[in-house]
């Protein structure tokens, strides 16, 4: 594979700021919890979708980097399937993988 194409996103999550206009994705300024967690319905009753429920799972960066991960793959080969765009997509173009920041020194990442 002769190149590599690299885009870093952040998102602030983990506190919910509740007039915050810069949302960028779902994930940003949510609340990520297992939907199995004693406080996951009063949380999601009050927030709405500002909390993201993963099911029976902690939302790790690892859990989050698969769920990117899917999520970008799923998006990618639909548009590849569009007939007419205006960006058609080469047919190598693949996603390889999805690295998430937890904090400055530590990430998790996954690849397919």
Same mark, same amino acid.
């Given at each position: 594979?002769?190149?590599?194409?690299?885009?870093?996103?952040?998102?602030?999550?983990?506190?919910?700021?509740?007039?915050?206009?810069?949302?960028?994705?779902?994930?940003?300024?949510?609340?990520?919890?297992?939907?199995?967690?004693?406080?996951?319905? #009063?949380?999601?009753?009050?927030?709405?979708?500002?909390?993201?429920?993963?099911?029976?799972?902690?939302?790790?960066?690892?859990?989050? !980097?698969? #769920?990117?991960?899917?999520?970008? *793959?799923?998006?990618?080969?639909?548009? !590849?399937?569009?007939?007419? #765009? *205006?960006?058609?997509?080469?047919?190598?173009? *693949?996603?390889?993988?999805? *690295?998430? /920041?937890? #904090?400055?020194?530590? /990430?998790?990442?996954?690849?397919?």
């Amino acid at each position: 594979m002769p190149y590599r194409i690299c885009k870093v996103f952040e998102v602030e999550s983990g506190h919910l700021l509740s007039k915050h206009p810069d949302v960028i994705e779902k994930l940003d300024h949510s609340i990520c919890m297992n939907k199995q967690d004693p406080m996951y319905q #009063t949380l999601q009753k009050a927030y709405g979708e500002h909390v993201i429920g993963f099911d029976h799972e902690d939302p790790t960066t690892e859990v989050v !980097a698969r #769920t990117l991960f899917e999520r970008i *793959r799923e998006n990618l080969n639909a548009y !590849a399937q569009q007939p007419q #765009t *205006r960006y058609p997509l080469d047919q190598g173009v *693949r996603l390889v993988r999805v *690295r998430v /920041w937890e #904090t400055p020194h530590g /990430w998790g990442e996954y690849e397919a």
